[in-house]
């Protein structure tokens, strides 16, 4: 992607036409910011022509270049405001800037999304943004003598579908550079006679456009509530018997016979006498561990035994 270096572009803007230009978008951005008193501005891409103004309005006034584009020293013969950085990585903490301007820096990336996320870091909530992006319609973004001419130029739906995908929500959407890229001296004289009738008639072939957007901040989303049928209570057709306890009087191992009559549905098991006697040829009975059984629901196995 082609890029202006830091040189041509302020040989551009110390041209005639290139002042021009200078004037007439930087009052787009003045009449947005009007204020800036305590507050930190900075400007990323190549932003000094319009941050001149807001050098001795502002608490700090910075000018953050990208490495691609080069750096120059600004303000001449002061304290260095200006410095060299990566679009996508700044060395800035969380929401320190209050007001960012965003000039010849948009078009020339290869991730616009990761500029715009960075941008959304360093912007204080709430805080203000303004991109100057050539269009793709206006006659700028055919002119490789500018550096509008440079780069990718975005359409209206283009730049918001960037700006809300970074969070950051447009309050305001403008165009300048209604003049001819001309640097002829007719065209410079009548520039702003013809800036101020593109505007009233807001014709279509603006050279860029100046867009104000909101840092948002995230929020969590509710799930919304789900509606659920109440369902009727329901009751046992048949309402629950008391079982009663199982009572054993003495530990005994039962038979299998008597096994079976437990799994058939004993209710309690009363152990009615225990014989270890002789048998009659004088040998040892075998020993009965239970002799008999009473079942509440078998009351004849008592009357057999």
């Given at each position: 992607?082609?890029?202006?270096?830091?040189?041509?572009?302020?040989?551009?803007?110390?041209?005639?036409?290139?002042?021009?230009?200078?004037?007439?978008?930087?009052?787009?951005?003045?009449?947005?910011?009007?204020?800036?008193?305590?507050?930190?501005?900075?400007?990323?891409?190549?932003?000094?022509?319009?941050?001149?103004?807001?050098?001795?309005?502002?608490?700090?006034?910075?000018?953050?270049?990208?490495?691609?584009?080069?750096?120059?020293?600004?303000?001449?013969?002061?304290?260095?405001s200006s410095t060299?950085?990566?679009?996508?990585?700044?060395?800035?903490?969380?929401?320190?800037?209050?007001?960012?301007?965003?000039?010849?820096?948009?078009?020339?990336?290869?991730?616009?999304?990761?500029?715009?996320?960075?941008?959304?870091?360093?912007?204080?909530?709430?805080?203000?943004?303004?991109?100057?992006?050539?269009?793709?319609?206006?006659?700028?973004?055919?002119?490789?003598?500018?550096?509008?001419?440079?780069?990718?130029?975005?359409?209206?739906?283009?730049?918001?579908?960037?700006?809300?995908?970074?969070?950051?929500?447009?309050?305001?959407?403008?165009?300048?550079?209604?003049?001819?890229?001309?640097?002829?001296?007719?065209?410079?004289?009548?520039?702003?006679?013809?800036?101020?009738?593109?505007?009233?008639?807001?014709?279509?072939?603006?050279?860029?456009?100046?867009?104000?957007?909101?840092?948002?901040?995230?929020?969590?989303?509710?799930?919304?509530?789900?509606?659920r049928r109440r369902?009727?209570?329901?009751?046992?057709?048949?309402p629950p018997q008391?079982?009663?306890?199982?009572?054993?009087?003495?530990?005994?191992?039962?038979?299998?016979?008597?096994?079976?009559?437990?799994?058939?549905?004993?209710?309690?098991?009363?152990?009615?006498?225990?014989?270890?006697?002789?048998?009659?040829?004088?040998?040892?009975?075998?020993?009965?561990?239970?002799?008999?059984?009473?079942?509440?629901?078998?009351?004849?196995?008592?009357?057999?035994?």
């Amino acid at each position: 992607m082609t890029t202006l270096d830091a040189q041509e572009l302020r040989d551009f803007y110390d041209s005639p036409l290139g002042e021009v230009a200078r004037r007439i978008v930087g009052r787009v951005i003045r009449s947005r910011w009007t204020s800036t008193s305590n507050l930190t501005v900075a400007g990323l891409g190549y932003g000094l022509p319009y941050l001149e103004r807001f050098r001795d309005r502002s608490r700090r006034c910075l000018a953050l270049m990208p490495s691609q584009q080069g750096v120059v020293v600004w303000p001449e013969g002061e304290v260095c405001s200006s410095t060299l950085v990566w679009a996508d990585m700044l060395p800035l903490p969380d929401a320190s800037i209050d007001r960012l301007l965003v000039a010849h820096a948009l078009e020339a990336t290869e991730r616009p999304e990761t500029l715009l996320e960075e941008v959304w870091r360093v912007t204080a909530p709430q805080g203000r943004v303004i991109v100057v992006v050539p269009s793709r319609r206006g006659m700028w973004a055919r002119a490789d003598g500018t550096p509008f001419g440079q780069g990718s130029p975005y359409s209206k739906g283009q730049l918001r579908e960037l700006l809300n995908g970074a969070i950051l929500s447009p309050i305001f959407w403008g165009e300048a550079l209604h003049f001819p890229p001309i640097a002829k001296n007719y065209v410079i004289r009548s520039a702003p006679a013809m800036e101020r009738i593109g505007a009233t008639l807001g014709l279509p072939f603006a050279g860029v456009h100046v867009v104000e957007a909101i840092k948002m901040v995230r929020r969590r989303v509710e799930s919304p509530a789900v509606a659920r049928r109440r369902l009727p209570q329901l009751r046992p057709a048949l309402p629950p018997q008391p079982v009663p306890p199982l009572r054993v009087f003495r530990h005994a191992a039962l038979e299998p016979h008597d096994r079976a009559l437990w799994a058939a549905g004993a209710k309690r098991v009363r152990p009615i006498a225990s014989s270890s006697s002789a048998a009659p040829d004088g040998g040892r009975a075998p020993r009965a561990t239970l002799t008999a059984l009473a079942f509440d629901t078998f009351p004849f196995l008592e009357a057999s035994h």
